[in-house]
């Protein structure tokens, strides 16, 4: 059994965050492209790649386009937001059934492929939001060997 050793910067303040970056790390191993965050929820995300690109599907239904932010942070892509619960909560008597999740989200996806950072598209579609991500193909080259 190996031992983990946790070194805590700034004392117990912000221990949530060093215990999800130690959760994410050692769920990798299995679940290679996807983390999460403890959030309000966890929006279903489906993550593939083909010759040419990664591709990230995530469902956000009832999340408005300008509540999602989408960005790249070393070798992971990042997307938060919020989905506002329609129902405000004092105009509610008694719930019978409450599944959805609501409140702020975030996903992290671990980019495990080269890829061409200026080629990162994001487009919104009926609650879905689907990231392109093209990879960084290796060129072929051949190189003259010169005689001395």
């Known amino acids: 059994m190996d031992i983990i050793k ?9 221990i949530h965050e060093h215990i999800q970056k130690l959760m994410d790390e050692m769920l990798s191993v299995s ?6 965050r403890i959030t309000g929820w966890v929006p279903d995300a489906d993550v593939y790649e083909t010759d040419e690109e990664l591709v990230i599907v995530i469902n956000l239904a009832g999340v408005k386009k300008e509540d999602i932010e989408v960005f790249l942070y070393d070798n ?14 004092q105009e509610v008597i008694r719930y019978h059934q ?19 950072r200026n080629s990162i598209e994001a487009s919104w579609s009926d609650g879905i939001l689907m990231i392109r991500i093209k990879k960084h ?12």
């Open 98 to 116: 409450l599944e959805l999740g609501y409140g702020e989200f975030e996903r992290a996806f671990r980019i495990p492929t080269p890829i061409n």
């Open 31 to 36: 679940r290679p492209f996807i983390t999460s």
């Open 6 to 14: 946790i070194r805590f910067e700034s004392g117990f303040s912000n």
């Open 137 to 148: 193909l290796p060129v072929t080259r051949t190189i003259k060997v010169k005689a001395e």
């Open 76 to 89: 992971y892509i990042y997307v938060r937001g919020i989905r506002y619960q329609p129902v405000r909560e």
